[in-house]
């Protein structure tokens, strides 16, 4: 079986591909991993048997077909060598330039990915994991492009499905066994209940397979966004704050709109003990963590992001500023052309420039804010009317209308600074 069968879905609609679906197959459980055939060392990927894998049993990760990004499968999007990442820059004088994904040859560090919400309609968990097109969404916008530094591994996990409009405006008052109470601050009310903790379950369970038979010893970057970042501060809590040679081999972690919190003023006291938050470029084993909303858009009586219990705040860490490029525009805001789930599309239509992605270099810029109980990453759109590259597609509408400000672009608009500060924080160079 090709590696069409797991990115053509997603890559095909922006290459113009023809002849490409996603496998579904079949309703049945966790197929074993000796369903996933071998061809010259790799695992060819057939998501046919996940399209049920239920409620009452564990998953078991040494399934590679649970694995969207890993090595050893065929394909591995992540690496974008079939041209997932590439990307046209639009230049100020109108013209284009376009930039060949680079991967990391020889990458000496791990980065452990878990995505966002993608499943924005129904209840309950997500239990069909036959189709990736929905989660490639997100890794290929997010995590997937750290793979110019690290080896990039993402699981897939059964989410809690989130319905936007269902969406709670603060944070529930839960009990510390539920997945977010302490650890995502807004997202509390949605990442609580047994929901919550069979998706927990999942991305302790894919980084326990992680660390025991891929790790060797490695140093790993943990990323993540909203549900992802919510599971993974709370997966944290208990795998990495407490457990002192778990904390030493972490470089950091970049988790986006999850909402972590600390005690006002502090590094640390909210979301953890021992885990600071990071506050100048270059220093490692803490937290680099933001929510961001438009300057002309602050967040409002309905916001479910920002917002942190009594005697705390959500953490903010400016990018720019840990990228050592403190108060300047944004480097580089990449923009996928196109997206599988349209509830995540931008108001704005994206330029379709025959790449993955389009660049805007020097469009945005960003500063923490403090204001109203919320704390925030204030973002000013620096592009002019008239100008060349058009308007860039990071507004939604909807999205700002439900309270979530710029929560769907909290990685993109300042990407090439999170690369920068990942390069500084593991020694390695930008490409």
């Not at 290929?140 to 059964?158: D, H, K, N, T």
């Not at 140093?219 to 501060?233: A, I, N, R």
């Not at 705390?312 to 580089?332: F, I, M, R, S, W």
């Amino acid at each position: 079986m090709s590696h069409l069968v797991r990115t053509c879905t997603w890559f095909a609609a922006m290459s113009m591909l023809a002849g490409c679906s996603s496998s579904s197959g079949s309703e049945g459980t966790v197929a074993p991993p000796g369903d996933a055939s071998v061809d010259g060392g790799l695992f060819h990927i057939d998501r046919s048997g996940l399209k049920n894998v239920g409620t009452t049993n564990p998953l078991d990760y040494s399934n590679p077909n649970l694995w969207v990004c890993r090595p050893g499968i065929d394909s591995n999007p992540c690496h974008g060598d079939q041209g997932e990442l590439d990307t046209t820059e639009l230049l100020p004088d109108g013209g284009t330039n376009v930039l060949k994904h680079q991967r990391a040859a020889n990458p000496k560090f791990d980065c452990f990915y878990v995505y966002p919400t993608v499943y924005l309609t129904g209840s309950g968990n997500q239990t069909n994991l036959s189709d990736d097109s929905y989660p490639l969404d997100a890794i290929m916008s997010q995590g997937a492009r750290m793979s110019e530094l690290c080896e990039v591994y993402a699981p897939l996990y059964r989410q809690v499905v989130i319905s936007p409009g269902a969406a709670p405006a603060a944070p529930a008052d839960a009990g510390a066994s539920d997945a977010g109470a302490s650890a995502g601050g807004g997202l509390s009310g949605l990442l609580s209940g047994p929901e919550a903790a069979l998706a927990l379950s999942d991305v302790r369970g894919a980084f326990k397979y992680y660390m025991d038979h891929f790790n060797s010893g490695r140093k790993f970057v943990l990323l993540g966004h909203s549900q992802g970042s919510g599971l993974l501060l709370a997966m944290m809590q208990q795998d990495i704050d407490v457990v002192a040679a778990v904390r030493a081999q972490m470089i950091s972690a970049v988790l986006l709109g999850g909402g972590a919190t600390v005690t006002a003023g502090q590094t640390t006291g909210g979301t953890f003990m021992n885990i600071p938050t990071c506050t100048r470029p270059g220093q490692t084993g803490c937290l680099v963590g933001y929510s961001s909303f438009d300057v002309l858009s602050p967040p409002g009586a309905n916001t479910l992001f920002g917002i942190a219990p009594a005697g705390q705040e959500t953490v903010c860490t400016e990018p720019g500023a840990l990228a050592g490029n403190d108060a300047g525009p944004y480097g580089g805001s990449y923009f996928p052309t196109h997206i599988n789930n349209p509830l995540l599309a931008p108001t704005s239509p994206t330029p379709d420039a025959g790449t993955a992605f389009v660049l805007y270099r020097d469009a945005f810029q960003g500063q923490c804010v403090h204001q109203n109980g919320a704390s925030y990453l204030q973002i000013t759109d620096l592009v002019q009317p008239g100008d060349p590259r058009g308007t860039p597609p990071y507004v939604s509408t909807t999205a700002e209308s439900l309270g979530f400000g710029l929560h769907l672009v909290d990685w993109n608009l300042p990407m090439q600074e999170l690369i920068a500060i990942v390069a500084a924080q593991s020694g390695t160079a930008v490409p």
